[in-house]
Each structure stands twice: as structure tokens, then as C-alpha cells.
């Protein structure tokens, strides 16, 4: 299966990314530079006020990319609809501005990957594309559930990133619950152990956006 980075869908928003037009950021397309996103989102329209636990200033410090020359990591951890994904989109368009090499899965998507590269005996192909990818940000762990094999190829992504590249994690789960994705207590406290050494943690509970504005126009619709 070929790298769905590769795609002209996956090109089409990397050269729309690479080209935004901000002071700073990378003007130009370089084929090594291949990111899908859901959606484009920035800092500047992200409510922090909606967050009010969340710590904006350490939060923007990571955009300056200090962090993944460092090789330590991100978690982005709480409710669903607080802009968990919002924040990590944002950190992955600057480190594109800043040159890095970045992935962006959800984590079905990743373990799919993972499970359909073994089936195909290309498994070392597809780890060494990622092993060479400065910033892998692996979304919605937790929203769904694998199988002990996909769990399995997913710990040995994030353990063999350990010190040596950076990873970015968004959950619904709290890091307690983490068992229920690794189906262990061992390989889920050996991860742990691993991805929270140099980790900056964030956790982002609260109501929904999403939530929020449903309420808002339902409210603006009776107000008609």
C-alpha cells in the first residue's frame, strides 16, 4: 500500500500549508515535507478563554519548535471537543515553518498503517519513514480500540521514539486509563515510563466547543 502521504490530496494541502504567506514561514514546496490534515487550524483562532486550566503561555512557547530539537514530548489530554486537535494542528504548521519533518495520524489511522505494512511484509519500510520524521503527532488515542497486535505495533512506534525523536499525543483518556488501548498493565506503564520522562502535559477539560456553539445557534435560531 502506498504512503498515503503521497497522495495528490496529502500534496495539495502540504503546498497549501508550506505557501500560508506569514512573515517567517516556508514559501516554497519540498517533496520531503508531505502532512495530511483534517483541517487547517492556527493559535490565532484557538479560544483560550474557553480553557481556562490550559497554560497559554507554555502552550505558544511550543510553537517555537525548542521542544522537538530537544526530542521531548507533547500530551494534549482531556474531554472530547476542548481543542486538543485545534492545538496540535497549530504546532504542526510551525514546525512546517520551521522546517521540520512532520507526520500527522489519528491513531486508528497509524495502527491501520502499522497492521496493513506487516500484512504486506513492509513493515521496516513504513518504521523507517517514521523514524525519520522529526515530530509525529498521533490524534484521538483512545477513541477507538485495536487489537493486541495493532496495540503491540503502535507501543513499538512510540518506545523506539524514546530520546531520539519527538512525538505529539492528543487523548480523551487520562493516562491511568491508558490500559484500555495497550490491553496491559506492563506495556502500558513501560510507555508511560518512556513518553512521560520529557513530556510537556497539558490537560484541556471542560465543555465542548462544539457543544457550545450547537447551543449558541440553537439559541440565536429561537431568538429569529
Not at 494542528?89 to 514546525?95: G, N, S
Not at 511484509?121 to 490524534?139: E, F
Not at 507501543?155 to 495497550?182: C, H, M, P
Request: glycine letters at 6%; proline letters at 4%.
Amino acid at each position: 500500500m502506498d504512503d498515503p502521504s503521497h497522495s495528490p490530496r496529502a500534496v495539495e494541502i502540504a503546498h497549501a500549508i508550506l505557501n500560508h504567506g506569514k512573515p517567517g514561514a516556508c514559501t516554497f514546496y519540498r517533496p520531503e515535507y508531505k502532512y495530511i490534515l483534517p483541517v487547517h487550524k492556527d493559535f490565532d483562532t484557538f479560544d483560550f478563554t474557553a480553557v481556562p486550566a490550559l497554560n497559554k503561555p507554555k502552550v505558544l512557547e511550543l510553537a517555537r519548535g525548542d521542544w522537538i530539537e530537544q526530542r521531548a514530548n507533547a500530551c494534549f489530554i482531556g474531554s472530547p471537543g476542548t481543542g486538543k486537535t485545534h492545538c496540535a494542528i497549530a504546532l504542526v504548521l510551525a514546525a512546517c515553518r520551521q522546517g521540520q519533518r512532520v507526520r500527522f495520524y489519528t491513531a486508528a489511522a497509524l495502527v491501520t498503517r502499522l497492521e496493513e505494512a506487516q500484512k504486506q511484509y513492509q513493515l521496516d519500510r513504513v518504521l523507517g519513514q517514521l523514524d525519520r520524521t522529526d515530530l509525529l503527532i498521533c490524534d484521538e488515542l483512545g477513541y477507538l480500540s485495536f487489537s493486541r497486535a495493532g496495540a503491540e505495533l503502535l507501543f513499538q512506534v512510540f518506545a523506539d521514539r524514546y530520546e531520539r525523536k519527538s512525538l505529539l499525543i492528543t487523548s480523551n483518556l487520562a493516562f491511568s486509563d491508558w490500559g484500555q488501548v495497550f490491553q496491559g498493565e506492563r506495556m502500558t506503564a513501560a510507555l508511560l515510563d518512556r513518553l512521560t520522562h520529557r513530556c510537556h502535559i497539558f490537560e484541556m477539560n471542560g465543555e465542548s466547543f462544539r457543544f457550545r456553539e450547537s447551543m449558541k445557534s440553537k439559541k440565536s435560531k429561537k431568538g429569529d
